[in-house]
């Protein structure tokens, strides 16, 4: 039996880890070493209702202070990891702290990707991926303020939807043809997401290419390619995340865009897991591996790697969920983009509330559903259980909507 359980980073699985093994039993020592100096907390709130000042952080925390005091759980927070022995076990942080390990859950995360030569300064220049980012963030967003994101996915979105909330002048820049097109797939949802940007006063602009961007204090200009000069008071970048596995990839790790592990999130070293943003786990469904940004990753995998810490051994593999909100539209996506053979769309588009799914091979690869939450359940049951036993059927049956979702999954063969 572990003795010492240690936890590399300090975000949502790092929280739902100690949970986790305490809720299974485990009564020996738990070690979270975390570079940020807030304990673990939820990052979905951050782009939303922290950055509008809704509520503070102690809403987003995972666990009640109380767990962390208990004598045999300690926060190490502030603090870095710098080096892994794997064959040893210990780990040395950045202070130069040595500690011993029975077993290690490595969940680092992700860090904001950038844009060469634009120094993040968290005045001018800001990205979002920690409570401290949003807390140089929030007093900049004053009415009148001209906010410019660069990326339309969820993070850029879910900024630009706070900041006009907060009567910021907001402008979106997308290279893509199409909002979202990354995360969703297709132009068909980032046109519908667009119409509602624009009905709420933000400008946006895809399919554009930034020649240069001028950074001077107090502002920032951004030239695009065949356009105008954009000036901006406050700019943020949201085009994507890197793994943090550079640590995990000295120690001899197999990394590949993340750690790579198996469906119980073991590494490719004994006593060494990796669960949530920076681990990369096989996916049945998807028929490859993948690598998920998720709250619900993080979740739910952590909890499959923390029994197998346990000798507790399942599988991970559920249908990928995501969701964001943008001024009062939930869109939920299961699966991840891809090919489609078949596009359905189950309602209607103009009403605001919809869903369209990507069909392969006679089964449900992917979906998107907007405002219609209370269909995610009996869908993801049709995507995780097959095709119907007549195929053919499918794209027919799921456009109509006088068929629910719930009965059509009943019908799916397993």
Not at 281 to 293: M, N, T, V
Request: glycine residues 12%; proline residues 4%; aromatic residues 4%.
């Amino acid at each position: 039996m572990h003795r010492t359980i240690a936890i590399a980073g300090g975000g949502h699985a790092a929280g739902r880890a100690v949970r986790v093994l305490r809720d299974e039993g485990f009564d020996g020592r738990i070690l979270v070493v975390g570079e940020e100096r807030d304990p673990p907390y939820e990052r979905p709130a951050l782009s939303k209702e922290f950055l509008r000042g809704d509520h503070g952080l102690d809403k987003c925390l995972i666990n009640a202070a109380d767990v962390y005091g208990d004598g045999r759980t300690d926060l190490l927070l502030g603090s870095r990891v710098s080096a892994i022995d794997a064959r040893d076990r210990r780990l040395i942080t950045e202070g130069g702290k040595a500690v011993t390990f029975d077993a290690l859950l490595i969940a680092t995360g992700t860090r904001a990707r950038t844009l060469d030569g634009v120094p993040v300064d968290g005045e001018v220049v800001h990205t979002l991926r920690s409570a401290a980012d949003a807390l140089r963030l929030k007093p900049r967003l004053l009415p009148g303020t001209r906010v410019v994101l660069i990326g339309g996915g969820f993070i850029g979105l879910e900024v630009a939807a706070s900041a006009r909330t907060l009567g910021c002048e907001v402008t979106v820049l997308e290279a893509a043809p199409a909002l979202l097109a990354r995360v969703v797939g297709g132009e068909a949802i980032g046109r519908h997401v667009e119409a509602l940007h624009r009905a709420q006063g933000v400008t946006i602009q895809t399919g554009v290419r930034i020649d240069r961007i001028e950074v001077r204090p107090g502002g920032a200009t951004v030239q695009c390619a065949d356009g105008p000069r954009i000036a901006a008071d406050v700019l943020v970048v949201g085009v994507g995340a890197v793994p943090n596995a550079e640590v995990a990839a000295a120690a001899g790790l197999e990394c590949n865009d993340g750690i790579v592990v198996d469906g119980r999130g073991r590494s490719s070293a004994e006593g060494i897991y990796a669960v949530g943003d920076v681990a990369r786990h096989p996916s049945a469904f998807h028929g490859r591996s993948i690598r998920l940004e998720t709250w619900d990753n993080a979740e739910r995998q952590t909890a499959v790697a923390c029994r197998a810490m346990l000798g507790r051994e399942e599988r991970y593999d559920a249908v990928p969920w995501m969701w964001t909100d943008q001024f009062g539209m939930n869109l939920q996506m299961l699966g991840l983009p891809g090919p489609c053979e078949v596009e359905v769309v189950r309602g209607d588009p103009a009403s605001g509330r919809f869903i369209t799914l990507a069909l392969n091979g006679g089964r449900v690869t992917s979906a998107v559903l907007v405002n219609m939450g209370r269909e995610r359940r009996p869908l993801t049951g049709i995507m995780e259980r097959g095709v119907l036993v007549n195929p053919a059927e499918l794209a027919t049956q799921l456009a109509d909507e006088s068929v629910p979702l719930r009965n059509l999954a009943q019908r799916v063969a397993g």
